[in-house]
Every structure is written in C-alpha cells, then in structure tokens.
C-alpha cells in the first residue's frame, strides 16, 4: 500500500466516518506494519483532540440587548402585508366584502336619479310621478328618488324608494276625494339607506331562489 | 431545545419581536465565538455576530422551518465573516490559490517547519497557541475545521452552510485537518 497516497486517503475517510469494512481492514493491516503512518495517524487525531480543548468564549454580556435595540422597527405596511400573507382566507374574505360594499354603494349613488319601472303612459313633472286618471299600470310599479302620485290604476304592488306617496287631499270641484288612486296589491315605501340596501338583498334572494 | 427555538421562530414570524431575544439569548456565544474564531478578532466578531442576527431577523421569512435552524444562522454569520475577511487585503495573498495548481495556496507552498513552534511555546499558553494556529488557516479550511470539530456539524450540514458541494468540503476537510498536524505535532 501506498503510504502517501491510499494508506492517506483512507485515514481521511477513517476520520470522516466514510470508510468501508473492506477499507478499514486494509488500513489496519498496513498500520500494523508501517510506523509512519500509525504516527501520521495519530497526530492527526491529537490536532483534533488538540482544537476540541480550547476554551468556549462567552458572548460580552450586553450582545442580546445591543441586537434588540437595532432590530429595525417594522413599517405598518409590512406588518399588514404579513398579516395578509399568512391569512389568506381572511385576506380573501375581507377582498369580497370590500368589493360588495363599493358595489352596493356605487349602485347607491346610480340610483341617485328619477328611476320608474315602467313609464309607458305615466306623467313626469319634476320629482313626481303621476299616474293619470283612466291608466292602469300592469305589472308592479317601481320608482326611485321621486314621489308619486296615484290617480289611476296600478295592478300590481308598488315600491317607493327615497320617495312618497304623495295624497292629493285637495279638494276639487266635485267636492269629493278625486284622486281615489288604486294599488291592487302591496305598497312599500323604502326611504333610508339601510332599509333599500335590505330591500336590494332580499330583491337578490328572491332572484337567487325563484325558479322561473 | 430544538422544540422551544422552533416555537420562538413562529412567534418571530407572528411579528413579535421579543420572542427574537430568546433565540439571540440562545445563540449568541456560539455564533461570537464562530466570528471571533473566524476573524481573530474580538471587536469585529461582536460587530459582525450582530450584523447575523439582525440579518437573520429581518430574512426570517425566508427560513425553512423544515431545515435546521443553527444551520441557516451560521451560513448568515459564515458569509459574513467571509466577506469582512475577503475586504482586508493582506489575507488575501496568502489565500490565493497559485496559478496552474488545483486549491493549492501559498499556505501549502509554506513548509511547516519554517516556523519554530517551539519558540512560540514559551511565549504563549498552550490554549492561545492552539487558538492561533486555528487563526492561521486559510479561511476556507478554517471555517470548515471550526464547524465540524468545534461546532460539531456533520460534513452534508457544512455543505449546506458553505453551500458547497460535498466533496469539496471533504477535500477540503483532509487538507486542513493535514495543516493542523503540521502545526500542533511538536506541542
């Protein structure tokens, strides 16, 4: 066996823990007859033994407390990204609650204007809807940001948003209550935020779970 | 140990910053004295030790709570110290490998008995003497030698703090440990 180089090689990996049955039986033999090596050996292992008998050294007792102090202060922005990062559900929940509700509140300011349902044969004037004498609506009767005024027919059920109905208690010529307005079904008036937003959801309900 | 510094690290990771304290606490003299080993020099381990453990608090994120957490520190604080070493410039010369030879530097153009250890001896402690042949590695055995023999990292867990293949921590594991029996065989 080479000294310098097999017999070497396999010292190593004796030390690495790498050497194999076959290998260190070989080593053994040749150890068992050259002395250099079995001193190489040996000095190699007492270098360790050697470094492995230092003294530890402590860390000065002040190094936790000088770290700590310049850990850097985390931005709020970072935190919240954090936060986002290991909540995703939650992210994602709050993401779709945010879009319903600028949904329902530009559906909010786009309603902000006059709306009727169906305005075949209905009057206009300003703010007011009128229902003219001798008309009758089919169907139900929907307006928005505006009051009306019933003089003739609905066949249906009628719903007020930010509006009234208005009753015409002036008296006319013929001395009786002229607008006798008739709704041949439910009349809803719906006039604050809270109650046209219910409105609008059970109005979604009813889409969601009606099967015509 | 390892349960309680892996529990502190999902707090860390929560955002509480006090629970980094503990780990620091926990770590502190191991990583110091790896620096200090590493850069020989007591002023610039402390300043270096805490450079890791701010870097390692504000990578946090990036630690893979399936490895080993010593493992991901000390390859903070290797680099480090590697990068402090390699802007001092008289290391560097020796450090060089030479032109035409594979990982040979002027350390092993060097022949051992140039020095009279025996002088040295009587000048210094033993422990000051073996501290300062540790000093006068290379680094890149040095840091190998430091981690296995002083802070006990099996040779696959050196790879992966050097981030170097294997084999070249083996090679360079027989070529230290051969610089340290020249150097402590007439103590």
């Given amino acids: 066996m080479d000294c310098n180089k097999e017999a070497l090689e396999l010292m190593h990996k004796h030390l690495d823990g790498d050497i194999t049955?076959?290998?260190?039986?070989?080593?053994?033999?040749?150890?068992?007859?050259?002395?250099?090596?079995?001193?190489h050996l040996h000095e190699l292992k007492r270098a360790i033994t050697l470094i492995q008998s230092t003294e530890n050294i402590k860390a000065p007792d002040d190094?936790?407390?000088?770290?700590?102090?310049?850990?850097?202060?985390?931005?709020?922005?970072?935190?919240?990204m954090r936060w986002f990062k290991m909540h995703p559900v939650l992210t994602a929940a709050a993401i779709f609650f945010l879009f319903t509700i600028t949904g329902l509140f530009s559906a909010w300011?786009?309603?902000?204007?006059?709306?009727?349902?169906?305005?075949?044969?209905?009057?206009?004037?300003?703010?007011?809807?009128?229902?003219?004498?001798?008309?009758?609506?089919?169907?139900?009767?929907?307006?928005?940001?505006?009051?009306?005024?019933i003089e003739g027919t609905v066949d249906g059920n009628v719903t007020l948003i930010n509006g009234s109905l208005v009753e015409d208690d002036s008296l006319d010529s013929n001395g009786l209550?002229?607008?006798?307005?008739?709704?041949?079904?439910?009349?809803?008036?719906?006039?604050?935020?809270?109650?046209?937003?219910?409105?609008?959801?059970?109005?979604?309900f009813k889409s969601i779970f009606s099967f015509e | 140990m390892e349960l309680i510094i892996r529990d502190k690290i999902k707090q860390v990771k929560k955002g509480d910053q006090a629970a980094f304290e503990d780990i620091v606490l926990f770590y502190q003299d191991k990583i110091y004295q790896h620096c200090n080993r590493m850069l020989g020099n007591a002023h610039e381990a402390e300043e270096i030790a805490q450079e890791a453990f701010i870097r390692a608090y504000i990578n946090i994120h990036s630690y893979d709570e399936r490895r080993k957490f010593s493992t991901w520190l000390y390859r903070i604080a290797t680099n480090l110290t590697i990068d402090r070493l390699r802007k001092r410039k008289p290391d560097y010369y020796l450090d060089a490998e030479v032109k035409g030879t594979e990982g040979l530097?002027?350390?092993?153009?060097?022949?051992?008995?140039?020095?009279?250890?025996?002088?040295?001896?009587?000048?210094?402690?033993?422990?000051?003497?073996?501290?300062?042949?540790?000093?006068e590695l290379p680094p890149k055995y040095r840091s190998i030698i430091m981690l296995r023999y002083l802070e006990d990292f099996?040779?696959?867990?050196?790879?992966?703090?050097?981030?170097?293949?294997?084999?070249?921590?083996?090679t360079r594991v027989h070529r230290g440990r051969e610089a340290l029996r020249k150097k402590l065989r007439h103590v």
């Avoid at chain 1, 080593?27 to 001193?39: I, M």
């Avoid at chain 1, 700590?68 to 922005?77: A, C, I, T, Y």
Wanted: glycine share 6%.
């Fill in chain 2, 154 to 170: 099996s040779l696959q867990e050196i790879s992966e703090i050097l981030d170097i293949p294997i084999g070249t921590v083996k």
């Fill in chain 2, 105 to 135: 530097d002027m350390y092993s153009q060097l022949a051992a008995e140039d020095k009279l250890p025996e002088d040295e001896l009587e000048e210094l402690e033993l422990q000051n003497y073996i501290q300062k042949q540790i000093a």
């Fill in chain 1, 21 to 39: 049955r076959d290998e260190e039986s070989r080593l053994k033999v040749h150890l068992e007859g050259c002395a250099d090596c079995q001193t």
């Fill in chain 1, 109 to 149: 300011e786009h309603d902000s204007q006059l709306m009727v349902s169906n305005p075949e044969n209905l009057i206009i004037k300003g703010d007011t809807v009128i229902v003219p004498e001798g008309v009758t609506v089919e169907g139900d009767l929907v307006v928005q940001n505006g009051d009306l005024k």
């Fill in chain 1, 177 to 204: 209550m002229a607008s006798v307005g008739e709704v041949n079904g439910e009349l809803k008036e719906v006039d604050r935020a809270f109650e046209w937003m219910w409105y609008r959801i059970q109005n979604l």
């Fill in chain 1, 63 to 80: 190094f936790a407390a000088k770290v700590m102090q310049q850990l850097p202060v985390e931005r709020k922005s970072v935190k919240y």
